[in-house]
């Protein structure tokens, strides 16, 4: 599904969002602010965009990994495009069976990627493997707004409009139908931070964005 729409895909979520995606990935980076950032991971990279602002942000080296080669393929693109071959590396790599020994990395990140393991707590173990001890591991994922009237608003954009947009701009049928029914069965919230929790990560936090509609969860591997 991800091959057959990644020529489209940087296109889709920035003009679906309406630009606020880049703001998101700048203050989720933003978290590091601080910390040493030697080598940063970032699971599920998909074209490279949080990568990219990663290194841009301080971050001496960044490793991106993917399961969809055709996401990889644009990201390798954009990273030469911008001369950063040398600090920003994008390889395939599956995230419940990192490619990576033990504490590998200073930091871990993950945009919009953790709805889509099919195994969650395989996931987040993972990721507390490779991560260095007093490292922070960083998710940026949608969530569901609760007040009115963004609740009201928010569900027909997002079931309703954005799926028949992304289906008529992508070409693909099932893309745009799958991303809300993949943040529907998610588990946002407390439930998250408790996933979190349960994976080893200790001082977890959750910071609510833009009504609720996206949220940032951070955890430190003790």
Same mark, same amino acid.
């Given at each position: 599904?991800?091959?057959?729409?990644?020529?489209?895909?940087?296109?889709?979520?920035?003009?679906?969002?309406?630009?606020?995606?880049?703001?998101?990935? *700048?203050?989720?980076?933003?978290?590091?602010?601080?910390?040493?950032?030697?080598?940063?991971?970032?699971?599920?990279?998909?074209?490279?965009?949080?990568?990219?602002?990663?290194?841009?942000?301080?971050?001496? *080296?960044?490793?991106?990994?993917?399961?969809?080669?055709?996401?990889?393929?644009?990201?390798?693109?954009?990273?030469? *495009?911008?001369? &950063?071959?040398?600090?920003? /590396?994008?390889?395939?790599?599956?995230?419940?069976?990192?490619?990576?020994?033990?504490?590998?990395?200073?930091?871990?990140?993950?945009?919009?990627?953790?709805?889509?393991? /099919?195994? &969650?707590? +395989?996931? &987040?173990?993972?990721?507390?493997? $490779?991560?260095?001890?007093?490292?922070?591991?960083? $998710?940026?994922?949608?969530?569901?707004?609760?007040?009115?009237?963004? +609740?009201?608003?928010?569900?027909?954009?997002?079931?309703?409009?954005?799926?028949?947009?992304?289906? $008529?701009?992508?070409?693909? *049928?099932?893309?745009?139908?799958?991303?809300?029914?993949?943040?529907?069965?998610?588990?946002?919230?407390?439930?998250? $931070?408790?996933?979190?929790?349960?994976?080893?990560?200790?001082?977890?936090? /959750? /910071?609510?964005?833009?009504?609720?509609?996206?949220?940032?969860?951070?955890?430190?591997?003790?």
């Amino acid at each position: 599904m991800f091959d057959n729409i990644s020529d489209r895909y940087d296109f889709l979520n920035h003009t679906l969002s309406m630009g606020i995606d880049r703001g998101w990935r *700048k203050k989720a980076i933003g978290k590091l602010k601080g910390r040493p950032c030697e080598h940063l991971l970032d699971i599920a990279t998909g074209t490279g965009d949080f990568a990219i602002t990663a290194h841009r942000a301080g971050c001496t *080296k960044v490793t991106g990994v993917d399961i969809s080669n055709g996401m990889l393929e644009i990201g390798r693109k954009k990273v030469t *495009k911008q001369g &950063l071959d040398s600090k920003v /590396e994008l390889r395939y790599g599956d995230s419940e069976s990192l490619p990576f020994t033990d504490s590998s990395f200073d930091a871990i990140t993950v945009a919009f990627g953790v709805r889509n393991f /099919e195994n &969650l707590d +395989k996931g &987040l173990s993972e990721m507390h493997r $490779v991560l260095k001890p007093g490292g922070m591991a960083i $998710v940026l994922e949608f969530s569901k707004p609760h007040g009115f009237p963004i +609740k009201q608003l928010y569900g027909f954009y997002f079931n309703h409009l954005l799926p028949f947009l992304g289906r $008529v701009i992508s070409g693909d *049928k099932s893309a745009y139908s799958y991303l809300p029914e993949s943040v529907k069965h998610f588990p946002e919230g407390k439930a998250f $931070v408790q996933r979190f929790e349960k994976a080893g990560f200790t001082v977890c936090t /959750e /910071e609510r964005l833009t009504f609720g509609i996206a949220t940032i969860y951070t955890g430190i591997k003790s």
